[in-house]
Nanobody, 123 residues
Framework: QVQMVESGGGLVQAGGSLRLSCAASGLTFSRYTMGWFRQPPGKGREFVAAITWSGSNTDYTDSVKQRFTISRDNAKNTVYLQMHSLKPEDTAVYYC????????????????WGQGTQVTVSS
């Protein structure tokens, strides 16, 4: 059974930083593209970042480029999202996800999802 557990969310002031982690089990982690999505209050789920199985390629939505960094540790079955210069508009539930595709940036391309972690950025 695949399990993906996010952690690291919380309340932070604008301009602050957070580091999200997602620990995966029940799958061959190093064979999956990993991604982060978010769902702001009252809105749909949106792509944030993704990283290929080897870590050699990453994708970001434009609004987080230069502020967020996705990385992974295949030895620990964990993917990270380092977030800097946080803005109130970054407030959302953040989800990690795993995809069998070589590269994926849309929700339909991902096979497994975590339960999410809340990130709240105050102004």
């Amino acid at each position: 059974q695949v399990q993906m557990v996010e952690s690291g969310g919380g309340l932070v002031q604008a301009g602050g930083s957070l580091r999200l982690s997602c620990a995966a089990s029940g799958l061959t982690f190093s064979r999956y593209t990993m991604g982060w999505f978010r769902q702001p209050p009252g809105k749909g789920r949106e792509f944030v970042a993704a990283i290929t199985w080897s870590g050699s390629n990453t994708d970001y939505t434009d609004s987080v480029k230069q502020r967020f960094t996705i990385s992974r540790d295949n030895a620990k079955n964990t993917v990270y999202l380092q977030m800097h210069s946080l803005k109130p508009e970054d407030t959302a539930v953040y989800y990690c996800a795993a995809s069998r595709l070589v590269r994926a940036t849309t929700p339909i391309g991902f096979d497994f999802w975590g339960q999410g972690t809340q990130v709240t950025v105050s102004s």
